[in-house]
């Protein structure tokens, strides 16, 4: 069993910066991959970025490619977000989630663990 709690949304301006938190309760297998999805109101979760436990190997999506960057710590079973130059664009829930299968990328399928989410709202 895996529980997964999410932190650090909030309101910004266009422009600015925030970082996300996920704190990871549980062990990860060293195969596992942790990802960051978001989910806008009667729109399909869509992925934003992913991290290998172990490797530390990363996957974005294209609509936050030189602007958000995934990281995680190990030793406090964080992984995190930093959210910089936001757009209204970037308004969602973000949610992260846990993959223990070995395929790389992971599909949203095999992510089998999920937060509950934080809102992140971003002002024109």
């Known amino acids: 069993q895996v529980q997964l709690e999410e932190s650090g949304g909030g309101l910004v301006q266009a422009g600015g910066s925030l970082r996300l938190s996920c704190a990871a309760s549980?062990?990860?297998?060293?195969?596992?991959?942790m990802a960051w999805f978001r989910q806008a109101p009667g729109k399909d979760r869509e992925f934003v970025a992913a991290?290998?436990?172990?490797?530390?190997?990363?996957y974005y999506a294209d609509a936050v490619k030189g602007r958000f960057t995934i990281s995680r710590d190990n030793a406090k079973n964080t992984v995190s977000l930093q959210m910089n130059n936001l757009k209204p664009e970037d308004t969602y829930v973000y949610y992260c989630?846990?993959?223990?299968?070995?395929?790389?990328?992971?599909?949203?399928?095999?992510?089998?663990?999920w937060g509950q989410g934080t809102q992140v709202t971003v002002s024109s």
């Open positions: 549980g062990r990860t297998f060293t195969n596992s991959a």
């Open positions: 989630a846990v993959s223990k299968g070995s395929r790389w990328p992971a599909a949203e399928a095999e992510y089998e663990y």
């Open positions: 991290i290998k436990w172990s490797a530390g190997n990363t």
